[in-house]
């Protein structure tokens, strides 16, 4: 699994422990990187925390509906990048998180996962990306 997040930028912590903005020197905009989590994830979360740490009841509900199917799951945490948070909105033309992509497609939020999965449709649409899991391992 995939997940990003950073450490807070203490004034007392040596410039080689603190954290650098890698998307500063990469020429890569906020939607770039957005383009690229949804193309190199199968199955892309944009949440309120990370998964093993969610920071609010509905990104909570989402990881644990999406960890029922044994799926790799790429993660980033909007709240420690407002722009970010913004960029995906505009990405996806949706206003709450969290929001979920499968195979490049923007399905939604929690309450559409946990739909999709009561009527077995979310199942169906992670059958491939399960399958290449078990392959894998």
Not at 125 to 131: F, G, S, V, W
Request: hydrophobic share 35%; with cysteine; glycine share 6%.
């Amino acid at each position: 699994m995939r997940y990003s997040t950073t450490v807070p930028n203490e004034p007392d912590t040596h410039d080689d422990f603190k954290p650098t903005n890698k998307l500063e020197n990469s020429g890569l905009t906020l939607k770039d990187l957005v383009e690229q989590d949804v193309k190199d994830n199968p199955v892309m979360l944009y949440m309120k925390g990370v998964p093993d740490l969610p920071q609010c009841g509905f990104s909570s509900l989402a990881v644990r509906v999406l960890k029922q199917y044994n799926v790799p799951l790429g993660a980033r945490n909007i709240l420690e990048d407002p722009e970010l948070k913004s960029a995906v909105k505009a990405f996806s033309h949706w206003p709450t998180f969290p929001q979920i992509f499968i195979k490049g497609e923007f399905i939604g939020g929690s309450d559409i996962i946990l739909n999709m999965h009561q009527t077995g449709e979310l199942k169906e649409k992670l059958q491939d990306i399960a399958a290449n899991q078990e392959k894998s391992e």
